[in-house]
Structures are given as C-alpha cells and as structure tokens.
C-alpha cells in the first residue's frame, strides 16, 4: 500500500485557528491497483507544537484500515510541513 498523490484539496474555513479542515482526494497504490477515494481530514496543533491528524474516509477501502491510516496520515503530514496544503 502507496500513497501515490493528493489532488482537488479544499480548504474549509474554521474559527478554531488551531484546526484545519480539508477535503480531497486521494490516490493509492493497493494490490498493485491505482484506488482513489474522497476524504476528509483535520490537522489540529496542540499547544505543545504537536500535531494531530484525523482522516475519514466518504466509501469504504477493501484494505485494512489501521495500515491505512497509518500510511495516509504520515504522507499527509509530511505533505504539510512541504507546504502542499493550503493555509
């Protein structure tokens, strides 16, 4: 399992500034098949600079979902501290 690219990203506005809600999708390499599904995740900064990433998924993925998660939140991350994600 690969995550090979995030696209259609949008920002949803918050008041919460520590929060940050997304929507988009996403591509993964499962079985040696491209899968693309909706998501919606939030990226939540705690006050010790750490972060806090929670994703959900619109449809169902035939893939178990704790290495799934697992993977997603990792490239979601690291895709943030790129600055890919829009502010």
């Keep these: 399992m ?7 990203i949008q920002h949803k506005e918050t ?3 520590y929060r940050r809600f997304y929507a988009g999708t ?3 390499e499962i ?7 909706d998501i919606e995740f939030i990226i939540e900064t705690t006050p010790f600079g750490n ?11 035939d893939y178990p979902m704790v290495p799934l998660l697992k993977e ?15 502010v």
């Design 51 to 61: 972060r806090n990433i929670n994703v959900t998924f619109r449809r169902s993925v």
């Design 26 to 28: 996403i591509v993964m």
């Design 72 to 86: 997603v939140k990792s490239y979601l991350d690291e895709f943030d501290r790129k600055g890919g994600l829009p």
């Design 15 to 17: 008041p919460i500034y």
């Design 31 to 37: 079985l040696k098949k491209n899968v693309e599904r």
């Design 2 to 8: 690969q995550v090979l690219e995030l696209k259609n």
